[in-house]
């Protein structure tokens, strides 16, 4: 699996959208950009993924450059309780016959959301 | 709620004790993942799952083991704990069938201490 890089931590107003860079320029063309979250030490949670075109649901969107070397998880008005680790994690779509799907989580990015 | 249970939420044993952890998955998932994080590790992946099979393991000590029942509860044994042991373990489900979302959906966790 390819490997992250995050910046450690970041700030973020009140209702202001959080951009959260992730560098993976050594992903493969199978891989997917998957993004997790976890709020103090409870369980993380999944956000959003994709592949190469942008994506957004209810919680993110998810930017990706187009040589997929770089991607950016935006929350667009962030709340006091978007505060929380963000991991931005590489990995090949399930499912696939023998395939795990584990997780391999790097340091991610602390954001602070301040009122 | 993630629809994913783990029991116990804490627990605090000594060292050389042997300790079960449990985790029910969300209804029709086949996949149960489990993660270790503590303080100076971050989370790490232990071992899946994948209907009673084990399909890949991660950084998981000899002392450490795992078994998926036919009704698809996991449980994860630790043996001859040491203080090093006291950390957060999650469990994780995920269909993984063809044609669904890879999701992995994580338990609260159980917050193990050994004195």
């Known amino acids: 699996d390819a490997k992250t890089t995050q910046p450690p931590s970041m700030d973020c107003a009140e209702g202001r959208a959080a951009n959260l860079p992730c560098n993976h320029s050594t992903i493969s063309g199978n891989e997917y950009v998957y993004w997790y979250r976890q709020i103090h030490s409870q369980g993380p949670q999944y956000i959003i993924h994709?592949?190469?075109n942008n994506e957004t649901n209810e919680m993110a969107s998810l930017i990706i450059t187009e040589d997929r070397k770089s991607s950016t998880l935006i929350l667009p008005h962030a709340t006091l309780r978007d505060t929380a680790v963000y991991y931005c994690?590489?990995?090949?779509?399930?499912?696939?016959?023998?395939?795990?799907?584990?997780?391999?989580f790097g340091q991610g990015t602390t954001l602070q959301v301040k009122p | 709620d993630s629809g994913v249970t783990q029991t116990p939420k804490h627990l605090i044993t000594a060292t050389g004790q042997r300790v079960t952890l449990r985790c029910s998955p969300r209804s029709g998932d086949l996949s149960v993942y489990w993660y270790q994080q503590s303080l100076d590790q971050g989370l790490q992946f232990l071992i899946h799952?994948?209907?009673?099979?084990?399909?890949a393991k991660g950084n998981i000590l000899e002392r450490f083991s795992a078994q998926q029942f036919p009704d698809l509860h996991s449980e994860l044994n630790l043996s001859s704990l040491e203080l090093g042991d006291s950390a957060l373990y999650f469990c994780a489900s995920s269909v993984e069938a063809r044609g669904s979302a890879d999701t992995q959906y994580f338990g609260p966790g159980t917050r193990l201490t050994v004195l």
């Open positions: 994690i590489v990995r090949v779509k399930l499912p696939a016959s023998g395939n795990t799907g584990k997780l391999i």
């Open positions: 799952y994948y209907n009673g099979e084990e399909r």
């Open positions: 994709g592949l190469k």
